[in-house]
């Protein structure tokens, strides 16, 4: 008796094993198990079509007719096994401090992979008038997500009669988080709001709920790399509201022309102690 191992490489790796009767020569036996495992994967496999004669040109070209198109173009690519899902819909996401107030700055496309779908995405929403939160990721698992901040906020303002802060926000979001750790929500937050005293508060952090604090910026999405060089070379302590608006705009432009899943145009909130402007940025329609 002979055994084949067939293994079949694409979205998931599938392995058949396949014993077949024994056979005058160890070839021809394993020619036949092999023959009997594609059988059993692709039910239309004629079984004489592979002989121990054929050519491998032969059996490369019958095994390409048969196998489906999708699976082929699995079995010849890897993209799919390499992509992260967080960069399945794109995104841009950026947050910097002034003077007693802070900026959040998001591109507006909405892809699947290098297809645009729309161009008027919304990734920065408000929780009260002076505490934002930008998600960037999976674009269902965002709109999922801040729903369910809302709620809870919701509630907290029920009980406590109060809005919450940044700080306490944040510790919500990352315990939200935390806690759906074995089936997360793909989305990467962006927390910005003002507290006490007017000071600006902005933090980051990942899909598990690590929080990463800032005194000037932080950035998420899948242009952060050049965000985060952008932001290093524009960025200038204590600015005031005017100057701050134009360098995170500056910045989220130059950054998003550097990567292809993100882009078309920019929204920017600019908060102040007293008012909030919302604007926005025409960029490259490419």
């Not at 592979?50 to 196998?67: F, G, Q, Y």
């Not at 937050?189 to 507290?195: E, F, H, K, S, Y």
């Not at 899909?207 to 800032?214: S, T, Y």
């Given at each position: 008796m002979h055994k084949v191992i067939l293994r079949i490489r694409g979205v998931s790796t599938k392995y058949i094993e396949c014993f077949r009767d024994s056979k005058p020569q160890k070839k021809a036996a394993r020619e036949s198990a092999a023959q009997g495992a594609l059988c059993i994967q692709f039910p239309g496999f004629p079984t004489g079509r592979?002989?121990?004669?054929?050519?491998?040109?032969?059996?490369?070209?019958?095994?390409?007719?048969?196998?489906p198109l999708s699976l082929e173009s699995s079995l010849k690519s890897n993209h799919f096994s390499n992509m992260s899902i967080f960069e399945y819909n794109g995104s841009a996401l950026v947050a910097m401090v002034g003077k007693n107030c802070f900026a959040i700055a998001s591109d507006r496309r909405l892809g699947v992979q290098l297809q645009t779908v729309a161009t008027d995405f919304q990734r920065v929403f408000k929780i009260h008038d002076r505490l934002y939160i930008g998600l960037s990721g999976l674009a269902t698992d965002t709109q999922t997500f801040h729903q369910r901040l809302v709620f809870r906020?919701?509630?907290?303002?029920?009980?406590?009669e109060r809005d919450m802060k940044p700080q306490t926000f944040a510790s919500l979001v990352s315990s939200l988080l935390y806690e759906k750790r074995f089936g997360p929500y793909?989305?990467?937050?962006?927390?910005?709001?003002?507290?006490?005293?007017?000071?600006?508060?902005?933090?980051?952090?990942d899909?598990?709920?690590?929080?990463?604090?800032?005194k000037d910026f932080v950035v998420s999405g899948t242009a952060n790399e050049s965000l985060y060089g952008a932001c290093e070379s524009m960025y200038k302590?204590?600015?005031e509201?005017?100057?701050?608006?134009?360098?995170?705009?500056?910045?989220?432009?130059?950054?998003?022309?550097?990567?292809?899943?993100?882009?078309?145009?920019?929204?920017?909130?600019l908060v102040t102690p007293t008012e909030?402007?919302?604007k926005i940025l025409k960029g490259r329609m490419d």
């Open positions: 592979l002989s121990s004669s054929s050519s491998s040109l032969e059996r490369k070209n019958t095994l390409s007719a048969l196998i906020h919701k509630l907290y303002k029920l009980r406590e793909f989305c990467q937050p962006v927390i910005a709001g003002l507290g006490d005293n007017d000071e600006p508060f902005i933090c980051t952090m899909c598990l709920g690590a929080k990463e604090l800032a302590p204590d600015m509201p005017e100057e701050l608006f134009e360098t995170i705009s500056q910045a989220l432009l130059a950054s998003v022309d550097r990567d292809c899943l993100s882009g078309w145009g920019g929204y920017v909130l909030v402007q919302e």
